[in-house]
């Protein structure tokens, strides 16, 4: 298994996307390394202790079943929809992080249902099973999630106030695609090891990682 990685990303003129040197990878690797050890540590899931960058370009997505990214509603994903609808429909897993307000959000429902015109966007319900395998809290759910989203990106206005889980589904009720709308969980994870960033969402962020593995 492979942990989540940085997907498709933009490449400035002497940027290399692997290395993160990209607004939609701020929080990489930290977080994806942190995400990895909290996996291991907490479920049986047997993954890699280090983040595995994807481009779907590339074609090495199938070797990985679980893809993360951030700030999705960066125009440097407008070319990867199709490549991400084919990946998520033969089984993969795709969650989208670091959407706040009615803007990003709008610049990221254009985009996601492009690629997926078909299925809508629902609501993940707090008492979804997801949401009670691992640890049974109502705290970990969407409108549970605050910590990460509610006022934290307040220069996006009111509308960036109130985390959700949101998703989109598969025929057969699977998800396909996971978004952590106005909330910025990477950020989290990439700081969970720091002195200086608030403990209780330090903790909130490892557990809320076996949750979201498990979506899956």
Request: glycine content about 8%.
């Amino acid at each position: 298994m492979f942990p989540p990685g940085p997907l498709n990303g933009y490449r400035g003129r002497d940027a290399d996307w692997h290395t993160g040197i990209s607004l939609w990878t701020q929080d990489y690797p930290r977080a994806d390394r942190h995400f990895a050890q909290a996996v291991r540590r907490l479920t049986r899931v047997h993954i890699r202790s280090v983040e595995q960058p994807v481009n779907l370009d590339e074609g090495d997505a199938y070797d990985t079943p679980w893809l993360y990214a951030s700030r999705w509603a960066n125009g440097a994903y407008r070319s990867a929809g199709q490549l991400l609808r084919e990946y998520c429909l033969r089984g993969g897993f795709f969650m989208a992080d670091d959407l706040h307000g009615q803007a990003e959000w709008y610049e990221f429902e254009s985009r996601i249902k492009k690629a997926f015109p078909e299925y809508a966007i629902r609501d993940i319900p707090d008492d979804d099973p997801i949401f009670h395998s691992v640890y049974d809290s109502r705290a970990l759910s969407g409108t549970g999630a605050g910590p990460f989203g509610s006022g934290y990106k307040s220069n996006n206005g009111e509308s960036a106030r109130g985390a959700h889980w949101r998703a989109i589904y598969d025929d057969k009720g699977r998800i396909m695609v996971a978004i952590s709308y106005n909330s910025d969980i990477g950020d989290a994870w990439e700081y969970a090891d720091d002195a200086w960033y608030p403990a209780k969402f330090a903790d909130l962020s490892i557990r809320l990682a076996s949750i979201i593995f498990s979506m899956r």
